[in-house]
């Protein structure tokens, strides 16, 4: 393509249209915009002549991708010809080594890419989650044959999810409906629409009526390779009575981004909402925190799982009971903590936050990206 040409002339318009509509994604429906303190229009105004002058989708999105890589959100990526393009790359040291699982847990079984599973010698069941799948949903029936054991024997759980990597919440809740007898609301969550925020909106977990309750102690693993979805199943099970959550804090990202076309072939993925704890408390970048709190100091891996071994400690100390669910109780519907966000950025009314709406999990779109 000749520069000057009639086809240059249109292409550049072309990309000119796109970089607008991608600085009125960012400015006016992305939920985290604020977090990082960036000033957004002074980045769109020193980067925006490279993307006007972009000749192809893949180097638009590839300059867009450096231009959005401030907000360190893998819930903001772009998609070209169905290819991803992420605008950044979240580097962590996961609190689990997985080749070390079949020298601690007796009879492991790796089912398929999903799920494995193991039992001790004292009948406590291991069972190791990767993900949510939304679209195989197979995938999870051998989870769902193990808990199905368990609940038959009444032994104690381990569920394990430091490295899951999310996937479909609604999936995550069905598994975890197994585990309550009543709707139980876990969590809340603003959405960002043209510069304002909705909500808050109520999350609920309803009991899994197609198989049986389990009813015994629960110990959920979990650490920084929590994310996304199973955060939210993490938090679906810090509603659930004789359950301990014990590891580090999650992630600490959760976007629920939404697609938005850019009209030149390029998609960017935007996440849509700040995702609250019942306090209000917003968790992008905090994560949820564990009931019981086990570090790993870096000499340890690769010889000793510590969380694991608190986990076992856990459920072999505490005396055996029966659990029973809470009837359904609405959470004061406190004022969310939102984060540190500029005082240019403009808020819902006060009248909107007095009342939380309420949503059924299942109602609730699945998570794009890695969770």
């Not at 509509?21 to 977090?35: F, G, Q, T, W």
């Not at 605008?87 to 601690?104: E, G």
């Not at 969550?189 to 909106?201: D, M, Q, V």
Request: proline share 8%; aromatic share 8%.
């Amino acid at each position: 393509m000749t520069r000057g040409s009639p086809a240059a002339g249109k292409q550049f318009a072309r990309q000119t249209q796109a970089l607008i509509r991608l600085k009125r994604a960012i400015l006016e429906d992305y939920s985290y915009r604020d977090l990082r303190q960036v000033n957004w229009r002074k980045r769109f105004a020193r980067l925006g002549s490279t993307l006007r002058s972009s000749r192809s989708a893949w180097e638009f999105a590839h300059e867009a991708a450096r231009l959005l890589a401030p907000a360190r959100d893998i819930h903001l990526w772009l998609g070209v010809d169905g290819q991803v393009i992420p605008t950044y790359r979240r580097c962590v040291r996961r609190n689990i080594v997985p080749s070390l699982l079949p020298k601690l847990v007796p009879h492991l079984r790796r089912h398929n890419a999903v799920v494995v599973s193991g039992r001790f010698h004292d009948g406590i069941v291991y069972l190791c989650l990767w993900a949510w799948p939304a679209a195989a949903q197979r995938l999870l029936l051998p989870a769902y044959r193990v808990l199905g054991d368990a609940v038959v024997s009444g032994r104690p759980l381990i569920i394990d999810v430091r490295a899951n990597i999310g996937g479909s919440e609604p999936s995550a809740a069905r598994f975890a409906g197994r585990f309550v007898n009543r709707p139980v609301c876990y969590a809340r969550h603003l959405t960002r629409r043209a510069g304002t925020f909705i909500g808050p909106i109520e999350r609920w977990l309803k009991p899994n009526k197609a198989r049986p309750r389990y009813q015994g102690r629960i110990a959920v693993l979990i650490g920084p390779g929590t994310v996304s979805s199973c955060e939210s199943f993490v938090l679906m099970m810090k509603q659930v009575p004789g359950c301990k959550l014990i590891g580090q804090p999650t992630a600490g990202a959760s976007g629920n981004p939404k697609p938005v076309d850019l009209g030149n072939g390029v998609i960017v993925y935007v996440p849509s909402w700040l995702d609250l704890a019942l306090n209000g408390t917003c968790l992008e970048g905090r994560g949820v925190p564990p009931d019981i709190e086990v570090t790993m100091a870096v000499e340890v891996f690769g010889e000793r799982d510590p969380v694991l071994t608190a986990a076992l400690r856990w459920l072999r100390q505490s005396r055996t009971r029966t659990n029973t669910c809470h009837p359904p109780v609405r959470p004061n519907a406190r004022k969310p903590v939102l984060p540190e966000f500029r005082r240019s950025h403009r808020h819902q009314s006060a009248r909107n936050l007095a009342g939380p709406a309420r949503t059924d999990v299942r109602g609730h779109g699945r998570k794009g990206g890695t969770g």
